[in-house]
């Protein structure tokens, strides 16, 4: 029997009939007592933010809930639900698109940060070293649509600031953040200014997160926008919409 | 060039370069002022709770975020893990299985409560007209494991009734719940108490939820214990598990 | 021990080391023995078609592969590999979409020859008795796109007519199918045509499959198109391809 | 409006009302005409196999439809199916979960296959080289379960070496996996037995196959095997079924 019960393990829940507990706090002292953000932090790490933490690790969850119906993950939120599948299929579709190049960028940008920080030879030498191996692009800076400037960063990084300042994180990585919008700008000879990525990633890193909770995060946040987009379009109504006005379609590019 | 950009439509973002406003408000000035759960009633209503309101729906967002690896959404976000899926394909896979029985319970509690409320021959006979077109199954009043009570319930409905003293709500749809379950006791001669679906109901039907947002709020918080679950799996390791350890595998019925 | 072996029962697939036998039979003796529409046969029903109706299911199978990239699965598996994903994904988050709108006709038809077969009333007070319990759509017949008529269907019907010679099938679904098709032109004063829905519907209604393998068996079919577009859409690049060329993007409907 | 049709480009499909053309013929020449392995192969390559190569081809598909519910993609689409999900969904989850550690041996064997084969150092070196890079585990060799011998290998290396007779392939590839077998047991003193990961990549390799889709024909070929389990467990009812008998849930390991 033992076997059977030890085959999946986990820290997280414990359970009995009539007994729940949350990493170590029964399920009714959390109700209440918890903000949603909070219970994300004690789920995924097992402890409690501070207040200035809380407030820090809000603000990244709220930045990133939603860019439009252009981006894939919303569209394909609002054609599932044409197809007539309920909400949960809907989001599944969704956040399923989050992959590497849609909902990467927050996750390597930690990467970056932790191997421009970890590097002895500077940002310069990192930044090379980053692009031989994983390839030009530097997750995190520059953004084909907000030019010059992604609203959501300086904003982002003013609350870091105030993190700071409140001793709720170090701002070492904003300050290797800041190093990268810098060396970019001078090998450019014009501005590659930190995006949403960039800046979420510094905050994921101040407040201690793993890289790949970084694109975990970012599901969850963006999870409000694709529930918000499928939502609405189920009121609109629609029956199989595809990409774009039937009248389209596509160029046909074969014999 | 106006039928493509009007094929899709939303009221939710607008956005140009430099520029992205959610319901109305830059998102510059949302970052750092709204609470996330307070982003999530903003993004799926346009319109934002008062304190009291954020504090209750708040509670029931923190009540549904896990419930175990035994919870099939749950075991699958572990399984694909171990398939090698990254974060986000391995919460859709999870998110994707919450369907009618798994997740579908606060929706059609919410209609449950609806049509009993709307309904003027009485409780008894409202649930005798719900159970003859849907079914034996009374969603949100009994449950397989917590016998004789489900802990969050309790506690969701103690705020419930604070969220009532406050005039954050009315109480119509907490009363409905307090009578289908004296009704289900009575008739069965012992308790079915209310659990998480139908405490949750209550407040979303309190809170003005239309019941799909009932299960696509409940995709939200679970998808909490999801992605929990599916990074401390990846942590531990394992390559390819199955439901069960190996050697029980499966009971062969064919001839 | 038992109950855990016990959990799972299966009467398609019998295993220990070195041996797997499918349906009774040892998997090296149906390598290059079945064709793949065999094994699909096999698989989902246990005994084996004869040629004549391998031959009606291979023409079903093989008719529904594709509809473009205006279909939303399409679409979705295109968007899907821009966003990075792999092949088992893309074709995963297409797949989903083929819901009761964008995939289930087929298996709606066959609920409908059913009914309109089993009905003592006669096709045109079947044909009210769906339209007042289901809505007006009727599932099989009219294309929105493929005016006056869907080549497929045509062509599969002749199938049908070949295999009933043949003895292959009976006959009685296609004499529904046709028999709604001129109740509807009667009734609409203009042809309504059989689509590649109603087509395969009357197939595998003929051979005996279950409505709801009808569904599933399109999804197996659209998989192969699925997979192909996904495949070009790789070879092709791009990143993070939206619905429409960035430009157009969306209407704002908001205040 | 050009630059909205050109959006998405294909040369799989081509289409107007009444018209639909694959690969450059009507689709009602190819219904009746190919079998839908045959038509696998038209749509994911654009040119037809010969009658010897569609042999070989519809042999790897059969081989790996199925590997029982002990696999997590067969579990998870039988536990989504307890969930309510439909049977589109219900593969969907299935099919998601077929990543790098479930579904993609076959994809690196023939990246492995390829990769020596190209080699001038010769088998022996060639593998240290892939071990170094990707790891010590060499995809499509050795089984956990299937111990001494996977049944499926044999018998689809049978199937080349008729195949190699009759011309349809070269062998070569099938040269290489031998090599890395014999090489293999030498080096562990034991036999470490090609799979059917190792199986069906030689015979991709052999056809021509990129190493991509050998992960996104496997992905098709056990979609059968997920739908026939789907389709049972709906047959068989159950509810919310986890992955393990009730009683035995799971281990706490937290403090």
Redesign the interface.
């Known amino acids: 029997?033992n076997?059977?019960?030890?085959?999946?393990?986990?820290?997280?829940?414990?359970?009995e009939?009539?007994?729940?507990e949350?990493?170590?706090t029964?399920?009714?002292d959390?109700?209440?007592n918890?903000?949603?953000?909070e219970?994300?932090w004690l789920?995924?790490r097992?402890d409690r933010p501070s207040d200035a933490q809380a407030?820090l690790f809000?603000?990244a969850?709220?930045?990133a809930?939603?860019?439009?119906?252009?981006?894939?993950?919303i569209?394909?939120a609002?054609?599932?639900v044409?197809?007539?599948?309920?909400?949960?299929?809907a989001?599944?579709?969704?956040?399923?698109?989050?992959?590497?190049?849609?909902?990467?960028a927050g996750e390597q940008a930690v990467e970056l940060y932790h191997q421009v920080k970890a590097s002895p030879l500077g940002t310069e030498a990192a930044l090379d070293i980053w692009t031989s191996e994983r390839g030009k692009i530097i997750p995190g800076f520059g953004h084909?649509?907000?030019?010059?400037?992604?609203?959501?960063a300086?904003?982002?990084m003013e609350?870091v600031s105030e993190a700071v300042a409140n001793g709720a994180c170090e701002g070492a990585f904003a300050t290797v953040g800041r190093e990268i919008e810098e060396t970019l700008a001078r090998r450019k000879g014009r501005p590659i200014p930190m995006n949403i990525d960039g800046a979420t990633a510094v905050i994921y890193a101040e407040l201690g997160f793993e890289p790949?909770?970084a694109?975990?995060?970012f599901?969850?946040s963006r999870?409000?926008?694709i529930?918000?987009?499928?939502?609405?379009q189920?009121q609109?109504g629609g029956?199989?919409?595809?990409?774009?006005?039937?009248?389209?379609?596509?160029?046909?590019?074969?014999?």
């Open positions: 029997m076997d059977v019960a030890d085959w999946w393990q986990t820290a997280i829940i414990d359970m009939p009539g007994r729940i949350l990493r170590g029964p399920i009714q959390l109700i209440g918890l903000s949603f953000a219970m994300i789920m995924v097992g407030r809000e603000a969850l709220v930045s809930v939603d860019h439009g119906p252009q981006a894939p993950s569209a394909a609002r054609m599932a044409t197809c007539g599948l309920p909400l949960n299929n989001m599944a579709t969704a956040v399923n698109m989050l992959g590497d190049i849609h909902g990467g084909r649509f907000h030019s010059p400037t992604d609203p959501r300086p904003r982002l609350m790949p909770l694109r975990g995060l599901c969850l999870s409000v926008g529930l918000a987009h499928a939502w609405e189920q609109q029956r199989n919409k595809g990409p774009t006005p039937p009248k389209y379609r596509w160029t046909y590019t074969g014999p």
